[in-house]
C-alpha cells in the first residue's frame, strides 16, 4: 500500500521546455489535488479534480494543465516552463471533499527551471 | 475567496514549554479547521481539525480551539519535545465544495 506517490522527485527544465508530474495514489480517493509550495507562501491550489474524467481551476492556475484519465492518476503538465514555476509540487488525494476531509500527501517533486 | 493568516511566523520555545499558534480566517461561513505539520524535507501530514460545532478538541498533548465570533483558531502544544520542531499550517474551508484555505505556515523550533 503505498498511499500517495509521485514522479520525478526533482527535475531541472529550462525555460521553454515541458514536463509532465505525475501523482498515483492507491487509495481509491475520488478527489485529487496539485499544490505548489514556494517559501513564505504556504500551500497554493494550482488544479484539482472532484472524479474520474473532472477537472477544476485552483488559485493559480495559469501556465499549467492537468488531466485525470484514470481514477488513480492526477498529471500536471507545463507546456513552456518559466523561472517562476520553480517549486516544490504536491499532489494531495482526499476520500470526499477536501472542506469535510482529510488530505493525504505525496512527498513531493522539486522542480528548478533554469 | 477565505483568507487566513498565521501568527507568528517563527516561533522557539524551550523543551518542555508549551506552544501556541494562532490563526484567523475571513469567511464567517467557514466551518472546517485542519492543521497539518510539515517536518523539513517531508510531506504536510494531518495533525488534528476541528469544525465549527465544537469549540476545543484534544488529541494527546496537542489541542485546537476555536473562537467563531472572533473568527480565530489556535493550535496548542503541551510539553514539547524536538521532534515537535516542523512547520505547521492551519487551513480554513467555508463549506461543501469549497477548497481549503491554507495559512502561510508557522515554523516552531523547540530548543533542547
Known amino acids: 500500500n503505498a498511499g500517495v506517490t509521485q514522479t520525478p522527485k526533482f527535475r531541472v527544465l529550462k525555460t521553454g521546455q515541458s514536463m509532465t508530474l505525475l501523482c498515483a495514489q492507491d487509495m481509491n480517493h475520488e478527489y485529487m489535488y496539485w499544490y505548489r509550495q514556494d517559501p513564505g507562501m504556504g500551500l497554493r491550489l494550482i488544479h484539482y479534480?472532484?472524479?474520474?474524467?473532472?477537472?477544476a481551476k485552483g488559485e493559480v492556475p495559469d501556465g499549467y494543465n492537468v488531466s485525470r484519465l484514470k481514477k488513480q492518476n492526477f498529471l500536471l503538465g507545463l507546456e513552456s516552463a518559466a523561472p517562476s514555476q520553480t517549486s516544490v509540487y504536491f499532489c494531495a488525494t482526499s476520500q470526499r471533499d477536501s472542506s469535510t476531509d482529510t488530505q493525504y500527501f505525496g512527498p513531493g517533486t522539486r522542480l528548478t527551471v533554469l | 475567496g477565505e483568507n487566513v493568516e498565521q501568527h507568528p511566523s517563527t516561533l522557539s520555545v524551550q523543551e518542555g514549554d508549551s506552544a501556541v499558534i494562532k490563526c484567523t480566517y475571513s469567511?464567517?461561513?467557514?466551518?472546517?479547521f485542519p492543521w497539518y505539520k510539515q517536518e523539513l524535507g517531508k510531506r504536510p501530514q494531518l495533525i488534528i481539525d476541528i469544525r465549527s460545532n465544537v469549540g476545543e478538541k484534544k488529541d494527546q498533548r496537542i489541542a485546537v480551539t476555536l473562537n467563531k465570533t472572533a473568527k480565530h483558531f489556535s493550535l496548542h502544544i503541551t510539553e514539547t519535545q524536538p521532534e515537535d520542531s516542523a512547520v505547521y499550517f492551519c487551513?480554513?474551508?467555508?463549506?461543501?465544495?469549497?477548497?481549503?484555505?491554507f495559512g502561510k505556515g508557522n515554523q516552531v523550533v523547540v530548543i533542547p
Open positions: 479534480s472532484v472524479g474520474e474524467g473532472t477537472t
Open positions: 469567511d464567517s461561513a467557514s466551518n472546517y
Open positions: 487551513a480554513a474551508a467555508p463549506g461543501r465544495n469549497n477548497r481549503l484555505a
